[in-house]
C-alpha cells in the first residue's frame, strides 16, 4: 500500500489524499485552497485528473469548499461518493450560486451541479469496495452537516483519515463510541490539525453557545443572525433558542429549503432535526420563510409586522441586499441585537481571508461576535489518538503548524512528516 499527500501536509484546506494498492486508487477530498493562500499549480495526478481511472474513484469527507470544491476538475466518468444528505445539502447550495451576479463564476457552479447528478452516496457504515481497498465511512460532528472520517484498508493496513471534525459539537457524543468500535487496529491516522496552535484556548461548545444565544433572545426582541447557511446543526440550535424564548424564527426560501432538507432525511432519529415548518401547534416560536418577489428587498407589512414585532424573532440573514431594508430599520432600535455567527478571520482585514463584502455589509452596525469553531481543539486531538493507537503513526494534514504534532503529540505515537506530492510506502 502507498500514501500520498498530494496538497494539504502544511495548509488548512485544499488537502488531497491518495491511498493505492496493487494498481487500485481511493482518493479522499479536491476541494479549492482557502482564499488568500498562495495558489499552488497542481500537476496532473494520475487516476484523478488524467490517466487511467478504471481502479481509482474519490471520496469526499464533507461539502465545504476547500475538501470538494474541485470535483470538476477530475476526469469526467471518475466515481465519487459523498454522505447521502451532504450531497442533497451541497447541490440546493451549489444551485443557488448558479444564480450569482459573476457570470463566470456562475458557469462554475453550473458545471459542479450538473457533475453532482453523477456523485454516488453513502450511508455511516456502509463498506464501499474499490477493488483491494475498502473504505468504511464513519459520522463525526463538525459544521458541515453529515460529515466523515474513513478507514481505509488494504493489503493488510488500515489507515483512519479524520477529514474535519470536533469533540465539542451537539453530535460529539458519539465520536470516542465510533472509533472504539470501528476503527480499531489502526496502523496510521491522517489527522486535520486545524486548531492545533491554539493550545491555550477553552473552546465553547455548542450547547455553550446556544445556551448565550438563548439569553440574549429572551433580552432582545429583534434578532438578526448572519451565519452559515450550511452550518446546519447551528441554524437548528438557533430554531431551539428562538422557540425556548419564544420568539418567531426567520429565514429566506433558500436558507428554508435547506432545513427542509435536514429535517426530512434526520427528524426521524432525533427531534433536534424537527421542525414544524406550518406551526400548526404552537402559536409561539412560529417559523415564517420570507418569499422574495423578484429583486425587491424583504419587508414586512401588516399583520406580518404586527405578529412578528409582539413576539420578536430570531431571523437568520445573508450579506446581500435583501436584508438590508430590515436591518436599517430596526437597527435603530434598542431592542434589536445583530450577531456575527462565522469564523471572524472572514472580517479581519489582516488575515488573507478577509471578505470585504462581509465587512462592509455589517460595518455599519454594532455586531456581537457568537461562534465556535468546527475544528477539534488539541485535547480532542490527544484523546482520539489515545484511544484509536495508531500503531505506526499520525500523518498531519490539514494545519499550518504540523510541527507542532511532535511538541504535543510525541507520546502517543511516531509523527510521521510528508511533503505534499511526496510518496510514503505503507509498511
Ligand atoms: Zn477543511
Ligand atoms: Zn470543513
Redesign the pocket.
Given at each position: 500500500m502507498k500514501l500520498t499527500i498530494h496538497s494539504g501536509t502544511n495548509q488548512i484546506g485544499g488537502c488531497i489524499t491518495e491511498i493505492e494498492s496493487g494498481g487500485y486508487k481511493v482518493f479522499i477530498d479536491f476541494g479549492e485552497q482557502l482564499p488568500g493562500t498562495e495558489v499552488k499549480e497542481l500537476s496532473l495526478i494520475v487516476g484523478l485528473t488524467g490517466g487511467d481511472i478504471s481502479k481509482s474513484a474519490l471520496f469526499i469527507t464533507?461539502y465545504?469548499g476547500?475538501?470538494i470544491g474541485k470535483i470538476c476538475d477530475t476526469v469526467a466518468d471518475l466515481p465519487i461518493y459523498v454522505g447521502k444528505t451532504a450531497l442533497d445539502i451541497f447541490k440546493c447550495l451549489e444551485t443557488r450560486l448558479t444564480h450569482i451576479p459573476d457570470r463566470k463564476e456562475a458557469e462554475k457552479h453550473k458545471r459542479i451541479v450538473e457533475r453532482i447528478e453523477t456523485i454516488n452516496t453513502f450511508e455511516p457504515l456502509q463498506k464501499i469496495i474499490i477493488g483491494k481497498i475498502t473504505v468504511t465511512p464513519l459520522l463525526v460532528d463538525?459544521?458541515?452537516f453529515d460529515a466523515y472520517m474513513f478507514v481505509i484498508e488494504a493489503d493488510n493496513k488500515r489507515i483512519l483519515h479524520t477529514g474535519?471534525f470536533r469533540g465539542h459539537g451537539f453530535r460529539s457524543k458519539g465520536l470516542m463510541p465510533t472509533l472504539k468500535a470501528y476503527a480499531r487496529n489502526i496502523d496510521y491516522i491522517i489527522s486535520e490539525g486545524t486548531n492545533i496552535q491554539r493550545t491555550n484556548d477553552k473552546i465553547k461548545t455548542e450547547n455553550e453557545l446556544q445556551r448565550d444565544f438563548i439569553s440574549y433572545f429572551r433580552k432582545y426582541k429583534y434578532n438578526f443572525v448572519l451565519a452559515s447557511s450550511t452550518n446546519i446543526d447551528r441554524l437548528f440550535a438557533l430554531y431551539h433558542a428562538a422557540k425556548k424564548t419564544s420568539r418567531c424564527f426567520v429565514c429566506d426560501s433558500y436558507q428554508a429549503k435547506i432545513l427542509k432538507i435536514v429535517s426530512k432525511n434526520h427528524k426521524q432519529y432525533t427531534k433536534f432535526y424537527d421542525i414544524d415548518f406550518n406551526q400548526t401547534k404552537s402559536p409561539v416560536g412560529r417559523f415564517f420563510e420570507l418569499k422574495r418577489q423578484g429583486q425587491n428587498p424583504f419587508s414586512f407589512d401588516g399583520k406580518l409586522k404586527l405578529y412578528l414585532e409582539r413576539h420578536g424573532f430570531c431571523m437568520l440573514i445573508r450579506s446581500n441586499e435583501a436584508f438590508k431594508p430590515l436591518l436599517e430599520e430596526y437597527s435603530k432600535l434598542n431592542d434589536t441585537k445583530i450577531y456575527y455567527s462565522m469564523w471572524d478571520g472572514y472580517l479581519d482585514k489582516n488575515k488573507p481571508a478577509f471578505n470585504e463584502i462581509l465587512y462592509n455589509f455589517l460595518e455599519p452596525y454594532n455586531v456581537k461576535n457568537m461562534h465556535t469553531s468546527?475544528h477539534a481543539d488539541s485535547k480532542t486531538l490527544k484523546a482520539i489518538f489515545e484511544t484509536v493507537k495508531p500503531k505506526s503513526g499520525i500523518i498531519p494534514i490539514h494545519t499550518e503548524a504540523p510541527e507542532k504534532f511532535e511538541e504535543l503529540f510525541h507520546q502517543q505515537a511516531s509523527i510521521i512528516f510528508l511533503r505534499d506530492g511526496e510518496v510514503f510506502d505503507v509498511k
Amino acid at each position: 500500500m502507498k500514501l500520498t499527500i498530494h496538497s494539504g501536509t502544511n495548509q488548512i484546506g485544499g488537502c488531497i489524499t491518495e491511498i493505492e494498492s496493487g494498481g487500485y486508487k481511493v482518493f479522499i477530498d479536491f476541494g479549492e485552497q482557502l482564499p488568500g493562500t498562495e495558489v499552488k499549480e497542481l500537476s496532473l495526478i494520475v487516476g484523478l485528473t488524467g490517466g487511467d481511472i478504471s481502479k481509482s474513484a474519490l471520496f469526499i469527507t464533507h461539502y465545504h469548499g476547500d475538501h470538494i470544491g474541485k470535483i470538476c476538475d477530475t476526469v469526467a466518468d471518475l466515481p465519487i461518493y459523498v454522505g447521502k444528505t451532504a450531497l442533497d445539502i451541497f447541490k440546493c447550495l451549489e444551485t443557488r450560486l448558479t444564480h450569482i451576479p459573476d457570470r463566470k463564476e456562475a458557469e462554475k457552479h453550473k458545471r459542479i451541479v450538473e457533475r453532482i447528478e453523477t456523485i454516488n452516496t453513502f450511508e455511516p457504515l456502509q463498506k464501499i469496495i474499490i477493488g483491494k481497498i475498502t473504505v468504511t465511512p464513519l459520522l463525526v460532528d463538525h459544521s458541515a452537516f453529515d460529515a466523515y472520517m474513513f478507514v481505509i484498508e488494504a493489503d493488510n493496513k488500515r489507515i483512519l483519515h479524520t477529514g474535519d471534525f470536533r469533540g465539542h459539537g451537539f453530535r460529539s457524543k458519539g465520536l470516542m463510541p465510533t472509533l472504539k468500535a470501528y476503527a480499531r487496529n489502526i496502523d496510521y491516522i491522517i489527522s486535520e490539525g486545524t486548531n492545533i496552535q491554539r493550545t491555550n484556548d477553552k473552546i465553547k461548545t455548542e450547547n455553550e453557545l446556544q445556551r448565550d444565544f438563548i439569553s440574549y433572545f429572551r433580552k432582545y426582541k429583534y434578532n438578526f443572525v448572519l451565519a452559515s447557511s450550511t452550518n446546519i446543526d447551528r441554524l437548528f440550535a438557533l430554531y431551539h433558542a428562538a422557540k425556548k424564548t419564544s420568539r418567531c424564527f426567520v429565514c429566506d426560501s433558500y436558507q428554508a429549503k435547506i432545513l427542509k432538507i435536514v429535517s426530512k432525511n434526520h427528524k426521524q432519529y432525533t427531534k433536534f432535526y424537527d421542525i414544524d415548518f406550518n406551526q400548526t401547534k404552537s402559536p409561539v416560536g412560529r417559523f415564517f420563510e420570507l418569499k422574495r418577489q423578484g429583486q425587491n428587498p424583504f419587508s414586512f407589512d401588516g399583520k406580518l409586522k404586527l405578529y412578528l414585532e409582539r413576539h420578536g424573532f430570531c431571523m437568520l440573514i445573508r450579506s446581500n441586499e435583501a436584508f438590508k431594508p430590515l436591518l436599517e430599520e430596526y437597527s435603530k432600535l434598542n431592542d434589536t441585537k445583530i450577531y456575527y455567527s462565522m469564523w471572524d478571520g472572514y472580517l479581519d482585514k489582516n488575515k488573507p481571508a478577509f471578505n470585504e463584502i462581509l465587512y462592509n455589509f455589517l460595518e455599519p452596525y454594532n455586531v456581537k461576535n457568537m461562534h465556535t469553531s468546527g475544528h477539534a481543539d488539541s485535547k480532542t486531538l490527544k484523546a482520539i489518538f489515545e484511544t484509536v493507537k495508531p500503531k505506526s503513526g499520525i500523518i498531519p494534514i490539514h494545519t499550518e503548524a504540523p510541527e507542532k504534532f511532535e511538541e504535543l503529540f510525541h507520546q502517543q505515537a511516531s509523527i510521521i512528516f510528508l511533503r505534499d506530492g511526496e510518496v510514503f510506502d505503507v509498511k
